[in-house]
């Protein structure tokens, strides 16, 4: 997580390409598919031995965790991406067949005739937005290649606009189960919303890093979106190698806490990141009108420590090595991601537990960004 990846407007067109929904046409014989690799063992099974005693499974998970935790996850997506396809697929062909046309006339009907053109003005503000982002590509042909991303982009989102309003007048069930880490939260762990929440959001996060603070606005659109059907558990996760005032940031956000005011010094935290030294603590806590000398005592006296030090102790043994790192119902996000990565999983969790998702919106998505 502490790499930096630059988006390329290649890398770009590529995310947003639209769905192959039209029916596949006459193409050359392909081979037939390999068969995916045969499932590991079980958990409990013995995979080796030495000198007679037995190594199980459940030994490599341990030592293998987290590693293996993003693989599955990958494996899932690819699944999940190919799955989707093929759901969108018959429900194309469902619905041409109802209108009694053919599945590219439908695309073209419902998709290509409803897409708009993309405007220079947009085409401009895309460029001016992305500049630094664009490296030496001249402007006339950074705009034809924003042109082709947009028009892309809206395709896509007609798409699953589409595809959406097909579900809803055609029973769809999916059962295919994601990979899940089952993560603790403890009594002590600051929450903002409802216990009964049928989604929850485990945030390990450093008041020192700056991709998690610029998560949080993100988080806000999340919970201005869901409102009352999404929780949030945060948790510490100090990179103390570089972020050296992370760890006594966490211990000021405890000893807030203790007065009721977590969440209050969690904004201030983040929102002063080149104040994080303990005279700066301090003072953040009369400015929240904390009890100035109970919170210095309890900041002085490091007895919060072992708080974060037992969440970096819990966080370390589920993979992560930076931050910020997200468990939605135990599903694995890492990085300062957008809305949009948020959503698609909130979404799908809902719709397992027979919650329709939210009314799709159109919008020109934010990139993600890599966590450091």
Known sequence: MK???????????????????????????????????????PTGATVATVD??????SDIEDLAGGKLTQLHTQE????????????????????????????????????????????EAEQKAFYEQNKARLGNTPEADALKQIEAYLR???????QVAFVN????????????????TLVATGADDPVKGAATAPVTIVEFSDFQCPFCS???????QVEDKYGDKVRVVFRNFPLLQIHPNAAKAAEAASCAADQGKFWEMHDKLFANQQKLAVDDLKAHATELGLKADVFNQCLDSGKKEAEWKKDMDEGSSYGLTGTPAFFINGRLISGAQPLEAFSTIIDEEREMKGIAPPKQTSSNETQPTPAK
């Open 3 to 41: 790499r930096v990846t630059q988006t390329t407007l290649a890398a770009m067109l590529l995310a947003a390409a639209p769905l192959a929904l039209a029916a596949e046409k006459d193409k050359p014989a392909a081979k037939a598919p390999a068969k995916p690799a045969a499932a590991a063992a």
């Open 52 to 57: 007679g005693k037995p190594i199980l499974m």
């Open 76 to 119: 899932y997506q690819l699944r999940k991406q190919a799955l989707d396809e093929l759901i969108a697929r018959r429900l194309v062909e469902k619905e041409a067949a109802s209108r009694g046309i053919s599945s590219d006339e439908l695309m073209r009907t419902e998709i290509d005739a409803k897409v708009p053109a993309i405007t």
């Open 152 to 158: 892309q982009q809206k395709v896509r989102e007609r």
């Open 165 to 180: 309003d097909l579900k809803a007048k055609t029973p769809v069930r999916v059962m295919l189960e994601p990979p899940r």
């Open 214 to 220: 610029r998560v949080n606005p993100t988080l806000k």
